[in-house]
């Protein structure tokens, strides 16, 4: 079985596996999702194709919520982020708890999805420019 891990404010690498197991359920943020990053991947891409809610609610997923829309980079849908600081466009979203982490983003213009999952909180894979290098 996969194991969670964190830094200490020294650096060493801890086992936080049963923190984190404490951490996942219907209380936490994460609604206790647990997933494989395929099983990510194929459900965004079908959130995001319209294969789950109808195409007006998609579209106000994508479009950020920002206060000059002709020249915003980056922003906030309905419970999407969009980010154009550098290209390509990545839409998607990101979390973490303690010992793991999960990244996934759609990158539109380009026709990919890249979903990543790390088993090291603060793991340094949460850099957006490091998914956009995957894709260019």
């Known amino acids: 079985a996969a194991r969670g891990y964190a830094r200490t404010g020294d650096g060493l690498l801890v086992d936080v596996t049963a923190q984190d197991v404490a951490n996942v359920g219907p209380r936490s943020f994460s609604g206790g999702v647990v997933a494989s990053a395929a099983e990510v991947q194929v459900f965004l891409d079908a959130l995001l194709d319209g294969a ?6 998609v579209a106000a997923m994508q479009a ?3 206060d000059e829309p002709e020249i915003c980079t980056r922003g906030y849908g309905l419970g999407m982020a969009w980010n154009r600081t550098e290209e390509p466009l990545a839409i998607g979203h990101s979390g973490a708890l303690l010992g793991v982490a999960s990244y996934a983003y759609r990158f539109p213009e380009e026709g990919v999805t890249v979903v990543l999952v790390e088993n090291l909180t603060g ?3 949460r850099d957006l420019a490091f998914l956009r290098s995957l894709v260019r």
């Open 64 to 66: 950020p919520r920002c």
């Open 52 to 57: 789950l809610l109808d195409a007006e609610t």
């Open 123 to 125: 793991g340094g894979a």
